[in-house]
């Protein structure tokens, strides 16, 4: 049989031309009237307890404010995350505003895209978020240079590594729901977008803390209730002083205990509250029962990505989403010294309700995978 030699020659790879996000070409920043401005001298009041009333109370369910212009709305996953496509958030009345606090409730969170929130100034900016509760101002993270405490920036660029060298030798990725260690937490919260790196990354990974509860069982739920866990900001604290003469300490060091399983005051879900960043004992629990407990619960919120979404951003994207629901975190996998940049305005909510817990409450036949099994 005759036999023939080929040659076989790789084919020429496809030149893969990868879609880069908007970029300066000169390397300066999109959105310079909102690069970081440090102030080690500033100081800022507590702003002590304020009656809440949630927005969402009064919200119509059926959304019609919020969505009557929205083209497409689609779930990121089961369990949280919702983007809707074809609504203006600086359009939204009050009436719709309402209902984004619900549906922030219900869904944990929610991605907008080309916002133009993202250019209509400091004040109005502050003036939508406020809807829901009074602004947040950060221990130490900076705001513009213009002022406005309560726009906390978000940046990491070759030109401030002051975030990125905050995570030296350990994983960026910190599960957490923002400020948790305040006496009335956060509810409602904006981050706006400005510039993402070039070709991919930054992130936000988030988690839903009412199907972290739900996920548990009855019989662990009912183990859960009642207690109660320290909630610290001590660890940013000694973390920011390493800053030295720049360091930025605005406000005391903030120190609370909250219910490990909460109710949201709108929806009624009960939600697992607690995080690895902030929480740091269950009172009344000898130290090695703590650490265990809260060990496990910590490894529920990261591992469990069936209750996990993640949302990508570009500039112009707004993510808005509820902190009592949800635990999220950065990722910071793109290059070094890439920028990405961004601003996040916090409104402050309720002392956190604790949950009373029956062993049949009805939380485990909302859980059709364990109805299905006999679990219930
Ligand atoms: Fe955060």
Known sequence: ????????????????????????????????????????LEKVDDLGYFEHIDVGHRAD?????????????????PNVGTEIEGVQLSQLSPEGLDELALLAAQ???????NQDFIGIGLEEQKKVVAHFG????????????????????????????????????????????????????????????LESPAAAGGDTLMSSSVAAYRSLSPRFRKRLEGLTAIHSNNDGVK???????????????LIQEHPVVIVHPV?????????PVYTKRIVGFDEEES???????????????????RIRYEAGTVLVWDQRVTNHSQTLDYPAGDRRHAFRLTSLANKPIPALIEEDDGECAKDLGRVQLGLC
Not at 107 to 113: D, E, Q, S
Not at 239 to 253: C, H, I, S, T, Y
Not at 291 to 309: G, V
């Open 61 to 77: 369910p059926t959304f019609p404010n919020l969505l009557k212009n929205a083209t497409k709305v689609y779930d990121l996953s």
């Open 134 to 193: 009074p602004l947040h101002v950060h221990g130490w993270a900076p705001h513009p240079a213009a002022g406005s405490p309560e726009h906390m920036i978000i940046y990491d660029h070759k030109e401030d590594l002051r975030v990125r060298r905050s995570w030296k030798g350990r994983s960026p990725v910190q599960w957490h729901s923002d400020q948790t260690p305040e006496p009335q937490p956060p509810g409602v919260t904006f981050i706006g977008m």
């Open 107 to 113: 869904r944990g969170g929610l991605v907008f895209r």
């Open 267 to 275: 929806t009624k879900e009960k939600a697992l509250f607690v995080n």
């Open 1 to 40: 049989m005759a036999t023939t030699t080929e040659t076989v020659t790789a084919a020429a790879p496809l030149a893969l031309k990868l879609s880069q996000r908007p970029k300066n070409a000169d390397g300066s920043a999109l959105y310079p009237d909102f690069l970081p401005h440090y102030d080690p």
């Open 239 to 253: 973390q920011e002083l390493k800053n030295g003469d720049n360091a930025v300490m605005r406000r005391q060091e």
């Open 291 to 309: 650490d265990y407990l809260l060990k496990f619960l910590f490894d529920h919120i990261a591992k469990r990505q069936d209750f996990q979404c």
